[in-house]
């Protein structure tokens, strides 16, 4: 079954932080065309992760060409611990994603609670869909929060309605015991 959501109130936000910007290389150039080509989402370019502008974010695009594949994970690790407060932003980190970083990413991403994603830098080409799905799982998140909501109102609802009915059939009780 497939649905179309409600226009949103503001524009999609990424902010993106390259976090070594005196370095300008082909990788670099390449990220920058294919953010570009992105016409629906606000683009933000952040100096930091603590910067002002921040929030609201949808979602963060990080450059870690700086970062070998050997020191990816330990990278992302304490990635993660620094955006513990925005734990809900997913993430998609551009870096050299070779075979070993895969495979140590991946015990990672399925015991962490944060939703992030790699681009291997030589392979830029799936870089829009996989912003596209990181912010459409934090969408979904957001729609389960509020189904939670939901509910916890119509449960609490019902229990009143509950105690009501049950002070009422006490009290017929208590009228046909007469």
């Not at 005196?22 to 992760?49: M, N, S, W």
């Not at 080409?125 to 119509?154: C, G, P, T």
Request: glycine share 2%; hydrophobic share 40%.
């Amino acid at each position: 079954m497939s649905y179309y959501l409600a226009p949103r109130e503001r524009s999609l936000r990424v902010c993106y932080v390259n976090y070594d910007n005196r370095i300008i290389d082909a990788t670099l150039e390449q990220v920058e065309r294919e953010l570009d080509k992105i016409y629906e989402f606000e683009i933000v370019e952040l100096d930091h992760l603590d910067a002002p502008e921040f929030d609201p974010c949808d979602l963060l695009v990080l450059i870690a060409h700086q970062t070998t594949s050997d020191h990816l994970l330990d990278w992302v690790k304490s990635l993660a611990v620094r955006l513990a407060k925005r734990i809900w932003t997913p993430t998609l980190i551009i870096g050299d994603l070779r075979p070993v970083a895969t495979r140590d990413l991946v015990g990672f991403a399925s015991s962490s609670n944060w939703y992030f994603d790699v681009v291997d830098s030589e392979h830029l080409s799936s870089m829009a869909l996989r912003m596209a799905n990181l912010i459409r799982i934090k969408d979904h998140l957001h729609e389960l929060f509020r189904y939670e909501s939901s509910l916890s109102v119509i449960e609490r609802k019902a229990d009143d309605q509950k105690k009501r009915v049950d002070e009422l059939i006490k009290k017929l009780q208590q009228q046909i015991d007469r």
